[in-house]
């Protein structure tokens, strides 16, 4: 997640949201915060790999996260970000292939690229899994997804192709979609969509729309996502106030908080959910329910 993509998505379809800075005490009193594992236990597996997942059930984390792009063939494959450069060794694969987008690659191609080296030695040789290997490994642990479709410009249609590969993995049944998925984007265009598509799926924008807007968003997410550096006590309030498109209040998933001060912060502040590279520390820092 990258706070630019907030920005950019937020003042073009609703402008820009005002700077809200911390409170300088976090609320007794709040409930403890789900903890998701970013990209899964990436502080301890490369990203968004089944190590990661794997990693995440170790520690005994019930909801991982995930990024979600389309390869030149139309497969999804689980990556962050939209080039392959950072997380494989595709330059040494592919050296003529440059900008090394995902777009440009194949899905059978992706599958040669070592996804681990980069991260430590111990991982050689780790992939990029597909959007159904991932979901089997989740499921395989009875975890819980937070899944991001990321660049949805640049992928017409993957809103429908993610919701139609979930229901083909047994995703989009009554159990996961009561309590086990939750499907989020920048992009309040394709968060809109999936809503559209299918009302039933738990949805979250990631970003901080003014308090103003959100009664806009309820329309169609669940949840509103936004970087712990830009929320309050009186901004998750807000949120709060507000009734989602299922008629339950608005809820809040804050990233990425990686350190035990900032995790008790923010759960001061009554957040729902953090998000972390570390979800051990996260979830270590936090009071018993």
Do not use: C
């Not at 019930?62 to 990556?79: A, F, I, M």
């Not at 509103?224 to 989602?244: A, F, L, R």
Request: charged residues 20%; hydrophobic residues 40%; without cysteine.
């Amino acid at each position: 997640m990258h706070a630019r993509a907030v920005a950019a998505t937020t003042t073009a379809l609703l402008g820009t949201a005002a700077l809200l800075l911390p409170a300088p005490q976090a609320r007794a009193g709040a409930e403890r915060p789900t903890v998701i594992a970013h990209r899964g236990a990436s502080t301890y597996a490369p990203e968004n790999t089944l190590d990661a997942v794997d990693k995440a059930a170790e520690l005994g984390i019930s909801w991982v996260e995930n990024d979600v792009q389309r390869t030149k063939d139309g497969e999804l494959v689980v990556l962050h970000d939209d080039n392959l450069k950072r997380t494989t060794d595709v330059e040494e694969v592919f050296p003529g292939r440059a900008p090394w987008k995902v777009k440009d690659f194949t899905a059978a191609e992706i599958a040669l690229l070592d996804a681990g080296s980069w991260f430590s030695p111990a991982y050689a040789g780790a992939r990029v899994p597909t959007l159904e290997q991932y979901v089997d490994r989740v499921e395989l642990h009875h975890q819980k997804l937070l899944l991001e479709i990321k660049n949805p410009d640049l992928y017409p249609g993957i809103e429908g192709q993610t919701l139609k590969a979930l229901a083909n993995e047994g995703w989009l049944d009554p159990d996961h979609l009561t309590s086990r998925l939750i499907v989020q984007s920048f992009s309040a265009a394709s968060v809109r969509t999936v809503h559209e598509l299918r009302p039933a799926v738990k949805t979250g924008f990631l970003g901080t729309p003014p308090a103003e807007d959100l009664a806009g968003y309820a329309v169609f997410a669940d949840q509103i996502n936004p970087s712990y550096s830009s929320i309050s006590t009186d901004y998750v309030s807000s949120v709060h106030e507000v009734e989602g498109p299922h008629g339950r209040p608005m809820e809040i998933f804050t990233w990425t908080v990686n350190d035990a001060d900032t995790a008790r912060l923010v759960a001061g502040y009554g957040v729902d959910g953090i998000i972390t590279n570390s979800p051990d520390v996260v979830r270590d820092a936090l009071p018993e329910d």
